[in-house]
């Protein structure tokens, strides 16, 4: 066994959307510096530069594209725009998403978010899968990582959208793997709660103690741990795992009850 070669990401090109902050910052910055050229996307254009800027400054090689993944314009720019600059695409992770806990009680909200969010967590991902799909096949190379949630297996109030978005993430995963194999592996990774700005705007101390009342490894994750899952399914030590979803939790649930 060639052990270099299990994390070598040389010659490969990987896009990421989302990727100006938190999850999808960290997994740029980590399948870069395995060697991946990176595309970062996200719709906040001066995020994804900076990161881009970060990546490059470090001695990769990187680009930034603005990408509303709900505009299948925006989807198709993003492909065409990465096969400009690098002529393949191998690597795929499929980070954005919307929604959240204690938003979505079904008496505040109507059909027309229910959709939203399905459209940005669920439809975007797949028409991006398929836009991708057939230059990875020609590469002989592919792996798509989808980002789920732990919510996708929780049972919470005022989620039901984000929650059946995100389950709806890990089934669609299993399912492609057929369509998209042998060339091309696709996996899912769901986060616990994780350090992203979003959560900081939120998080008290009594807050964060209840979280790890059921968290084996006593702390919340990091974007970090998250782009360690995300390097594992990128990389060729992968190369036997497809159609999988990977909880990565510190061990537990980090609920409020």
């Known amino acids: 066994m060639d052990t270099k070669k299990l994390f070598d990401l040389r010659g490969k090109t990987a896009i990421i959307t989302g990727g100006g902050n938190g999850i999808g910052k960290a997994s740029a910055i980590i399948l870069a510096a395995f060697g991946a050229n990176v595309v970062v996307s996200d719709y906040k254009t ?3 530069e900076a990161v881009s800027t970060e990546i490059n400054n470090n001695g990769g090689n ?3 594209l603005n990408c509303d993944v709900t505009k299948d314009e925006a989807l198709v720019n993003l492909v065409d725009k990465t096969l400009e600059k690098y002529g393949n695409i191998n690597i795929l992770v499929n980070n954005v998403g919307g929604g959240g806990a204690g938003k ?11 959709k939203k969010v399905f459209e940005m967590n669920v439809f975007s991902m797949w028409r ?3 836009l991708v799909a057939p230059h990875m096949k020609k590469a002989q190379y592919g792996s798509i990582v989808n980002i789920t949630s732990m919510a996708s297996i929780n049972k919470s109030p005022a989620i039901s959208a984000y929650a059946s978005s995100k389950a709806a993430i890990n089934h669609m995963t299993a399912n492609l793997a057929f369509d998209f194999g042998p060339e091309i592996r696709i996996n899912a990774v769901g986060p616990g709660a994780i350090k992203t700005h979003a959560l900081s705007t939120v998080l008290t101390p009594e ?9 084996p490894l006593e702390r919340l994750g990091e974007p970090e741990d998250i782009a360690g899952a995300v390097l594992y399914f ?24």
């Open 46 to 48: 001066e995020d994804a």
């Open 62 to 64: 990187s680009i930034a």
């Open 104 to 114: 979505e009680s079904p008496f505040d909200i109507d059909v027309s978010h229910f």
């Open 128 to 130: 991006l899968c398929q």
């Open 207 to 215: 807050i964060e103690k209840k979280m790890l009342a059921h968290t």
């Open 234 to 257: 990128a990389a060729p030590i992968s190369s036997w795992v497809s159609g999988q979803t990977i909880f990565v939790n510190g061990g537990g649930v980090q609920t409020l009850d």
